[in-house]
């Protein structure tokens, strides 16, 4: 009897301590509000962790010094526990679980990559935990019918699809002849996707269709098909890895190509890396600081990138801004619901209409921002060889005019 | 793809000649490993993971205004002192044992240096960029990239100098008597122990050489070893131990294969049809290998 007593209150006792432990642990904490994130700190993801993990903390500091967020007359700071998902989606996974349940997390930011936001997104799905990802851009997240997960970001199959209508375009409107090589994983497959649409909506005909390996690193053999059948537009997606072997092989092979659209060249530090031979290259990219979006916490692209700079000690890739762009919807969603209920907040997230210094920001059912065209730029080089990149497309944003064709390799 | 080969035969020049350049490479590698299974019996899985430490030392001369070229000389030379300390903290500690314990010391090997390559020069691809022109062949229609030439001269220029060395040197007969018989070696006074650090180290050497030229012509990556491991236990195994001629001829033939399958059959079966060709060669020794015992019975 006495035994049973003593395991009756150790027991209770036990279960005490963790329901004030995990309440102590608990989404709104005081005046804060607690975010969880798993982040690829280290891995092959970590460089994009990094740059991801850098926008968010500079979100949070900038709408906490500002007057944080107002909800139900009250004002609350920003906080985020992050953990290493090692590059694993299996890990993230995990971590998500472990944030959810241990730590009682009951809004999260995505992790860096597509792939780990599909780890994720089931997990925060059963809980229905509310979840702003920025750095997911395969169109498989958004077919799901996932009802949790929302994505700043433009979805993968629109990143280059602007190349091919520009093309035609300067084409006087007849279809044009398409090479293309792609890496085989999720976004790269999702970007060809893309192409294909645009290829059918314009009648343009794909003559090269490679599928690269992932430990891509010699991609001769599509150039010299390249070569020899003479595409109109090249295009090459297949993450930093693609974007320099690509330029790399170019110029050494001098394949010449009217034009070269390919995806991750900021991410590559292409023209830091390759100098002159990655000139004309055109690139897809989410945001380019020179865009005139303005907010009200980081003013317009321009600003941002210089408060970056002074943070972090270098120029923010679109990574960055995404991260960062995602804090922002969350805190718009918390004053609009005027509460912490993840059902209310998830309403006021689907029902988000705004525009931050990163892109206007309205999300479909599905879940992807439909507001938000991507923008193609070019690299440019000057006589000196420096090289910057400049927006080239839409033409709204255009600071300067797309050089096409691309000047052959022997007049160069 | 389609018959693009027949299309356009000038594809034919220019995949023979891509693969031989790159095969050549190639066979430098599976050349190390070759000399370090004959003579310690341990298949080394951390081969690509040294082939890419030698690339990132090339890279970061050149990252220091240095000629990335230099890396061929520089990269053996510290690769060699990382060989022989791996072989001094690990390796000895599993050579007598079986072949089994081996692969999971280097596998462990593998996976420390990839983390370690990671942690201090990040997940970024890397290059370095040489600066050597192109080659332009039959009215340029095939096309020679000159980093590529360079490598593989470099390739032979080193394999050459190891098989004179092997032949003509103290060492280097010590090591081929050790890895014809170890005990026998050991008991007319061939210090075993020196040998197999030597042969380590020569091996991570060999790696080191190959990653500076990787680095020139290709890109690398803290990820990137494995499918240098797998290429060259693929050549050792078609060629066998100890058959320096036979490395280099498989080493060219795979190369060369590599680049036809990727023409007719596309690209995303090139890594795919080596395997199959393993498996082909694997299935066909042993195939050999059987009716050879019954002509013994």
Known sequence: ???????????????????????????????????????????????????????????????????????????????????????????????????????????????????????????????????????????????????????????????????????????????????????????????????????????SKIIIDDKLPKELNDMAATLVKVKQMKPDVLVVSGHTKGALTAIRQIAEMKVDVPMLAMTHCDAAKLSKQHGKNSQYALCASQWHKSLTYKDDFFKDGMTYAADFQKEFGYDPPYQSAESSAALLVFKDAFERANSFDQKKVRDALAATNMQTFYGNIKFAPGGQNVDKPMVLFQVMCDASGSCENKVVAPLKWASAKLIHPIPKWSER | MDFLVFQYPMITVQACLDGILLGVLFALIAYGMALQWGVMNIINIAQGDLVILGGYIAYFMYLYGIHPAWGVIVAPVIMYFVGIAIYKLVINKVVDRDLFISILATFGISILFMQLMNFAFGADVVLANSGYGTTMLFDSNV????????????????????????????????????????????????????????????????????????????????????????????????????????????????????????????????????????????????????????YLK
């Open chain 2, 143 to 294: 096309v020679l990239p000159n980093s590529k030439i360079f490598s593989a001269f470099i390739s032979i220029l080193f394999a050459a100098c190891l098989v004179i060395y092997m032949k003509k040197s103290k060492l280097g007969r010590a090591i081929r008597a050790t890895a014809q018989n170890a005990r026998a070696a050991k008991i007319l006074g061939v210090d075993t122990e020196k040998v197999y650090a030597a042969t380590f180290g020569i091996n991570a050497a060999l790696c080191g050489v190959a990653g500076a030229l990787i680095s020139i012509t290709f890109t690398i990556h803290p990820y990137m070893g494995l499918p240098y491991t797998i290429r060259s236990f693929m050549i050792v195994i078609v060629a066998g131990l100890g058959n320096l001629p036979g490395v280099a001829m498989s080493g060219m033939g795979l190369g060369v294969f590599e680049e036809f399958a990727d023409y007719i059959l596309g690209t995303e079966f090139r890594i795919g049809s080596v395997f199959l060709l393993l498996v082909l060669i694997l299935v066909y020794r042993r195939f050999k290998l059987s009716r050879k015992r019954e």
């Open chain 1, 1 to 203: 009897m006495r035994l049973n007593k003593i395991i009756l209150s150790f027991v209770s006792a036990l279960v005490i301590l963790l329901s004030t432990s995990v309440a102590s642990f608990a989404k709104v904490v005081g005046d804060k509000i607690i975010l969880g994130a798993a982040i690829s700190l280290t891995g092959k993801y970590s460089s994009n962790g990094v740059h991801t993990q850098n926008g968010y903390n500079m979100a949070v500091d900038r709408i906490n010094s500002m007057g944080g967020v107002k909800v139900g007359g009250k004002t609350y700071k920003f906080d985020i526990i992050y953990y290493d998902d090692e590059s694993n989606p299996k890990r993230a996974a995990q971590l998500a679980e472990r944030l959810i349940s241990q730590d009682g997390v009951e809004f999260m930011l995505g992790p860096y990559s597509s792939g780990l936001t599909k780890a994720i997104a089931p997990v925060t799905e059963k809980y229905g935990v509310p979840m702003v990802e920025a750095n997911g851009a395969s169109r498989s997240l958004f077919t799901k019918g996932y009802k949790y997960l929302f994505a700043v970001l433009a979805p993968a199959n629109l990143y280059l699809d602007v190349a091919i209508e520009t093309a035609v375009e300067l084409n006087g409107g007849k279809p044009v002849r398409i090479a293309q090589a792609f890496e085989q994983d999720a976004f790269s497959q999702d970007v060809r996707l893309g192409i294909l649409d645009a290829a059918e909506r314009t009648g």
